[in-house]
């Protein structure tokens, strides 16, 4: 076992902090990009020849293609399509969900093979610029890392406006936002898997010489974030909804303050200096006194319907607590959207 933060030398060209994220509906953070290993050095003589020539196919697939989607993914773009028709978002996480059971191989039964290879990845987000450890299962938290993060830059151009064809207010259609639920549902997953499964088979020492972005509080704190954001999605939808209630409505803001508020208390104290980390938790902040403001409006017209000046004073009272809390989050998106990288 070991572990190596390296200085910003090498880094291949693919590590780029942008001056601007475009439209953001969703907060995705930076990329980690992984760099090239050699399988046949490490894994020569313990396992097959076919075995080493497979990890090192799929492995090199997923190296270059998110050096490419790293040049990318900051960009406002529309689904960029590759020949087949398919998103580069989905192929490389396809080649990802391919790659990740023969990973699992080296790390099953608590096999040595575990220690035998350096796993080499970039932060985006870290200053150290990339972290190599012999670990089988740094690599496996690294994968599902950047499952999740493509996971959120998919529900992100599901959920950027479009211009309707009556020409009004500009919005996502029902289908993609649909779509997007489930897609914040497997991002929560992948996150939830890496912080209960995977990062208590590290020992300590590795742990603490993680990357910010790959610390357990950023790890909880996009999970509950893709929980937030899929509720949120919900809402909007039974905003819409001549079905739903004023009690559903109400219930659904206050899961999303309950998730909001779970985040930002596992930002809270992390050392998140560089630009990314303090935007994120702009971004929560941002959606956290938004959640608070939905759910006082709500909360508010539930009382306003009761008969009694007692109940008819809470509800003045709560929907002039939502407009405060409405204006205070108008004010927070503006911050996060001034802070680094640029936002609208």
């Given at each position: 076992?070991?572990?190596?933060?390296?200085?910003?030398?090498?880094?291949?060209?693919?590590?780029?902090?942008p001056?601007?994220?475009?439209e953001?509906?969703?907060?995705?953070?930076g990329l980690?990009?992984?760099?090239?290993?050699?399988?046949?050095?490490?894994?020569?003589?313990?396992?097959?020849?076919?075995?080493?020539?497979?990890?090192?196919?799929?492995?090199?697939?997923i190296?270059?293609?998110?050096?490419q989607e790293?040049?990318t993914?900051?960009?406002?773009?529309?689904?960029?399509?590759?020949?087949?028709?398919?998103?580069t978002?989905?192929?490389?996480?396809?080649?990802?969900?391919?790659?990740?059971?023969?990973?699992?191989?080296?790390?099953?039964?608590g096999?040595?093979?575990?220690?035998?290879?350096?796993f080499?990845?970039v932060?985006?987000?870290?200053?150290?610029?990339?972290?190599?450890?012999?670990?089988?299962?740094?690599?496996?938290l690294?994968?599902?890392h950047?499952?999740?993060?493509?996971?959120?830059?998919?529900?992100?151009?599901?959920?950027?406006?479009?211009?309707?064809?009556?020409?009004?207010?500009?919005?996502?259609s029902e289908?993609?936002?649909r779509?997007s639920?489930?897609?914040?549902?497997?991002?929560a997953g992948y996150?939830?898997?890496?912080?209960?499964h995977?990062?208590p088979?590290?020992?300590s020492e590795l742990?603490?010489n993680?990357?910010?972005d790959?610390?357990?509080?950023?790890?909880?704190a996009?999970?509950?974030?893709?929980?937030?954001?899929?509720?949120?999605?919900?809402?909007?939808?039974?905003?819409?909804?001549?079905?739903?209630?004023?009690?559903?409505?109400?219930?659904?803001?206050?899961?999303?303050v309950?998730?909001?508020?779970?985040?930002?208390?596992?930002?809270?104290?992390?050392?998140?200096?560089?630009?990314w980390g303090?935007?994120?938790?702009?971004?929560?902040?941002?959606?956290?006194?938004?959640?608070k403001a939905?759910?006082y409006?709500?909360?508010g017209?539930?009382?306003?319907?009761g008969n009694?000046?007692?109940?008819?004073?809470?509800?003045?009272?709560?929907?002039?607590?939502?407009d405060?809390?409405?204006?205070?989050?108008k004010?927070?998106?503006?911050?996060?959207?001034?802070?680094?990288?640029?936002?609208?």
């Amino acid at each position: 076992m070991g572990c190596l933060v390296s200085t910003p030398k090498d880094t291949g060209g693919n590590r780029r902090r942008p001056g601007s994220i475009g439209e953001v509906s969703v907060y995705v953070p930076g990329l980690r990009i992984p760099k090239p290993v050699d399988f046949s050095q490490s894994l020569s003589g313990h396992v097959s020849k076919t075995l080493v020539e497979r990890l090192t196919a799929m492995r090199t697939r997923i190296v270059v293609m998110a050096g490419q989607e790293a040049l990318t993914i900051t960009r406002t773009r529309r689904k960029t399509t590759t020949q087949h028709g398919r998103s580069t978002l989905a192929d490389l996480h396809q080649a990802l969900e391919d790659y990740l059971p023969v990973l699992l191989g080296l790390v099953s039964d608590g096999s040595q093979l575990q220690f035998k290879v350096q796993f080499i990845w970039v932060n985006q987000e870290d200053d150290a610029e990339e972290t190599a450890m012999f670990n089988a299962w740094y690599e496996v938290l690294s994968v599902l890392h950047l499952m999740a993060v493509l996971s959120l830059s998919q529900a992100n151009l599901l959920l950027l406006p479009r211009t309707s064809a009556d020409f009004y207010q500009p919005k996502a259609s029902e289908e993609s936002r649909r779509g997007s639920i489930d897609i914040f549902l497997k991002a929560a997953g992948y996150l939830d898997c890496a912080v209960r499964h995977v990062l208590p088979r590290l020992p300590s020492e590795l742990r603490r010489n993680l990357p910010v972005d790959l610390a357990e509080g950023v790890l909880r704190a996009l999970c509950l974030q893709a929980l937030g954001q899929g509720v949120d999605i919900q809402l909007g939808m039974a905003i819409d909804s001549t079905k739903a209630t004023l009690a559903v409505k109400r219930r659904l803001a206050c899961e999303m303050v309950k998730y909001w508020q779970q985040a930002q208390d596992n930002l809270m104290n992390l050392p998140l200096s560089n630009g990314w980390g303090e935007k994120h938790r702009h971004f929560v902040k941002w959606k956290y006194v938004e959640a608070k403001a939905a759910a006082y409006y709500y909360h508010g017209l539930i009382l306003d319907e009761g008969n009694t000046e007692k109940s008819h004073g809470m509800a003045v009272a709560a929907l002039q607590a939502a407009d405060e809390y409405f204006e205070e989050s108008k004010k927070a998106c503006e911050v996060f959207n001034a802070a680094h990288p640029l936002s609208r």
